[in-house]
């Protein structure tokens, strides 16, 4: 067994080559850009010309859409860069980074929302009905494109689901505008919007916690929540020569791109039997069939071999 280990390499395209799960949806991400853009100058022109701070609010919740989305291009620029001596797996991370800012973007606008309610309750302004109504249903009209050009990409990529809860969380308020609206022109119940308001911030916040919990999972290499790690041990064990499995890792590098590694105790006999080759060809042909994993890497070593690694640490 020469030295008394092997290794085994089994993976998608490294990153840089192929791309990242979000690279796909890059065209779509720049159309809902463009989208933004102009829904954010179409409702700063209609609120001044109403003197509606409600539309205004929304074009600056449009504005921190337009940074989230930018951010999401930007990342996926980033991580489809080569790899290199330094950063082995590239930028790949840089899509998740992203998202982890688009979190605590989304957050902050939420906390505005509910505070500007808070006060608005307090002391309600006036608003120009027709005018906002208007620009109101412009705005919810592009996001709802938005929306469909990102529905797809949001469950494969953070950094596109980054981007979704940010035009969401704008067609929201861009309905909220609305709604108000019409019930002020035909009740002048003014206290309508900053009620509206307060449904939105509830629902941003809650979205943005969980998409950060799922960001901050990546960055501490956590293993994937669809990847059952008694399970996948339990796959390795039943192959046929394998004795024992220990310093067994799954984590992600970016959405799309579970990594595994694993030292496999095997037995000698078995080993010289079928040879490393196979035994590799097993392995991976197990994990293939079974489990959604990217890139996974084999350490094959007899008996014994893990006590003299710990030797070797100490």
Known sequence: MGAGHDHGHAHRPPPGVGGTAATAYRGRLR?????????????????????????????????????????????????????????????????????????????????????????????????????????????????????????RGQKESLNVRGAFLEVMADALGSLAVIVSAVIVMATGFR???????????????????????????????????????AEVRSHILALPGVEDLHDLHVWTITSGLPVLSAHVVVREEVLDAIGHEKMLHDLQGCLGEHFDVGHCTFQLEPAGHAEHEVKLCH
């Open 31 to 151: 159309i809902a850009l463009c989208l933004t853009l102009t829904v954010l100058v179409a409702e700063i022109v209609g609120g001044l010309l109403a003197d509606s701070l409600a539309l205004l609010a929304d074009a600056g919740h449009m504005a921190t859409d337009a940074v989230g989305i930018a951010m999401a291009l930007l990342a996926i620029h980033f991580s489809a860069r080569p790899p290199s001596e330094r950063r082995t797996f590239g930028y790949a991370r840089a899509e998740i980074l992203a998202a982890l800012a688009n979190c605590l973007l989304l957050i902050g606008v939420g906390g505005f929302i509910l505070y500007e309610a808070v006060r608005r309750l307090i002391s309600p302004p006036e608003v120009e009905g027709g005018l906002t109504v208007v620009f109101g249903l412009v705005g919810l009209v592009v996001n709802a494109l938005s929306l469909a050009l990102l529905v």
């Open 191 to 229: 206290q309508a919007d900053p009620i509206a308001s307060l449904a939105i911030g509830v629902m941003i916040v809650p979205r943005s916690w969980k998409l950060l919990r799922e960001a901050l999972d990546v960055l501490l290499e956590a293993a994937p929540r669809d990847v059952d790690m």
